[in-house]
């Protein structure tokens, strides 16, 4: 049999055992220990544990627990309400002020949390019924909310860039810093057409209003004064605080990743603790169990994604896979393009976690060796994998919004969802057309690689 007839059957068999609706750890774990005992020596099986063991041994995997910590300690307090209720308080006055203030706290909150689920839960908990108390439509509220949360994977510190770092064996801090950039154009092209939608759906209200219809919460404008706004920034301050912290941290050298991830669960904790009295044992307990629920899961998802990886690349699967991309003599953008529509496909079916874990050892060689930044790459590639998290039929963040919106339709939060996938896409041309955008920040402070 050849490698590459081995590598469609690796890839079958996979689909079939994922298809049975067997949880992705296991279904990973069972078709690589099934393809080391039909195709490996005996003796492979022997060290299935020695080997997980090895290729999770790493100092920086040893962040994500504490990343997890971090968002948990934020998300389960009501630490992400006052952060969206602060940025409302001074936006209200902006056209479509509303759906820009839950971007703003999306991007606020997944830059402390580094997890898409959490951001969407902790925001859209407090955001969608505000937005649609106002008048907002179920469905543009829903796509807010879910497209500001798929920042939680873009923005540092984020727990797939971690991976990513492990994977394609590049700098995790110049990796954070790459993503700002691209972060910040996003959370601008949301703002933008949540303005533009805004003003739409005012203008709809408006006229059906002067028509002699009912009027809409649209027409009623909230008014906050000065005083009321000056007592809205101490809840600002405190995540103020935990980001310049975190990020001087690291980017000041004072801190390894790991070391600051630490830092960054400990004054999470600290901030929940003094602000919010957050610290008896009754309230602690489901921070902590959110933490270790969650960590076991990915821990082992991650686990069982580099077991899967080493048979591929034991027998020679991955490396034949690539050196297949690399006979068909592509050029570079179209090579860029079919990987990137591979990474769509996937992202039907899979976690940006298992993506990045299965593909990187077939798609990064043939990458590198047509020129590409790794770096670079792996930042379009998160926004792809973005796009994964909020378009049908497994957009996680769909699922999470129907949680906790169960009355909007779930139509109605596919449709609300569409424009901001036309954004991302906008988002992947431009860093094509101008990768300084994800390059530019960690050339200026780390040096040109």
Known sequence: MTDLTLGALYGAVTLVVMC????????????????????????ALDTVTQNVYEEMASITLLSIPLFILKGAAIGKSAAGKDLYSAIHTWLHKIPGGLGIANVFACALFAAMAGSSPATCSAIGSAGIPEMRKRG??????????????????????SITMILYAVASEQSLGRLFLAGIGPGILLVALFAGYAVFRARKEYAMAKAIYEAGGVKSPYLDTAHFTLREKIEMLPRV????????????ALYGGYATP?????LGALLAMVLIAVVYKVW??????????STIKESTMLLLIIGMSLLYSYVMSYLHISQSAAQ???????????????ILL??????????PVSIILMTAPIILPPLKDAGFDLIWFGIVMTVV??????????GLNIFVIKNIAPDIPLKDVIRGVMPFLGLMFVAVVLLCLIPEIATGLPDMMMGVK
């Open 385 to 394: 994998m973005e796009m994964g998290l909020i378009h049908p039929p497994v």
């Open 342 to 351: 591979m990474v769509v496909v996937f992202g039907f079916f899979l976690p």
């Open 324 to 338: 297949w991309v690399v006979d068909m003599h592509l050029s570079r953008w179209v090579l860029l393009s079919v």
């Open 280 to 289: 008896r044992p009754k309230d602690l307990s489901p921070i902590l169990a």
């Open 258 to 262: 790991s070391e600051t991830a630490g």
């Open 136 to 157: 907002y439509s179920p469905g543009f509220a829903a796509g807010i909310i879910a497209a500001g949360g798929t920042l939680g994977i873009l923005l540092p510190p």
């Open 20 to 43: 049975s609706g067997m949880p992705i750890a296991f279904a990973l774990g069972v078709v690589a220990i099934g393809f080391m005992y039909f195709f490996m020596p005996a003796s």
């Open 237 to 248: 301050l405190p995540f103020i605080v935990l980001l310049i912290g975190v990020m001087v």
